[in-house]
């Protein structure tokens, strides 16, 4: 089934930090993921995004890894700030998919002062 | 440059009636997906429209329906509302359809009482 799920619901980082969100997906044919940031009230933000033939990508503060073997994707965000504060979702899009992305359910990032 | 727009920014409605949503692309994307928040889950895939034509519909009743423009915005249409289609509603705008990264917009807050 379509299913692009996350571990921690929550994640609590203390500013300075480095916040790891992990996400597991269920479609090992799906060639293309992503990472968003929602703020309250807000549209989901790209963050970065990746494709199945790399296993790494690197931002702004942010890196994604993926590993294809156990169908799992990271985002570490450097240096956690107080403006990262939000809920962060993955996504997933591929043939199997047709054209949508499938997200998962979220994981809200409280970074403390 | 101005990113994808959406309106109106908040709507109540009554069980029974009918609303419309607009959205614009960024200019350049020729292709606008329409998901469904649902508070406290990610968005759910509703339709993708490209060069006004439909390449996606996600598991909704025929009570949703969607178009294209030539100027490649777009409208969704709920008729019959039920209090389960109070959500966000967001629009997102890719160069093409299939597996592209999607910019979102800043959703459309539906409440029916």
């Known amino acids: 089934g379509e299913s692009v799920g996350l571990h921690l619901p929550t994640l609590s980082v203390q500013e300075g930090d480095n916040s790891i969100i992990n996400c597991a997906y269920s479609n090992s044919a799906s060639d293309y993921f992503i990472w968003y940031k929602q703020e309250s009230g807000k549209g989901p933000q790209f963050i970065i995004d990746i494709r199945s033939n790399m296993d790494k990508r690197q931002g702004q503060r942010v890196t994604v890894l993926l590993n294809k073997t156990v169908k799992h994707l990271s985002l570490q965000i450097a240096a956690t700030q107080p403006g990262d504060s939000a809920v962060y979702f993955c996504a997933e899009n591929g043939a199997e998919y047709g054209n949508k992305l499938v997200f998962g359910a979220g994981t809200i990032l409280r970074v403390k002062s | 440059d101005a990113g994808v727009t959406q309106s109106p920014t908040h709507l109540i409605k009554t069980r029974g009636q009918h609303v419309t949503l607009r959205c614009s692309p960024i200019?350049?994307?020729?292709?606008v997906s329409w998901y469904q928040q649902v508070l406290g889950q990610g968005p759910q895939f509703i339709f993708q429209y490209y060069e006004k034509e439909e390449r996606g519909r996600g598991n909704f009743p025929d009570r949703f329906s969607a178009r294209q423009f030539p100027n490649y915005s777009s409208e969704l249409n709920v008729n019959a509302l039920l209090l389960g289609d109070s959500a966000l509603y967001l629009c997102?705008?890719?160069?093409?359809?299939?597996?592209?990264?999607?910019?979102f917009g800043p959703g459309t807050r539906l409440t029916v009482l």
């Open positions: 997102a705008s890719s160069l093409a359809s299939g597996s592209s990264l999607q910019f």
């Open positions: 200019s350049g994307h020729k292709s």
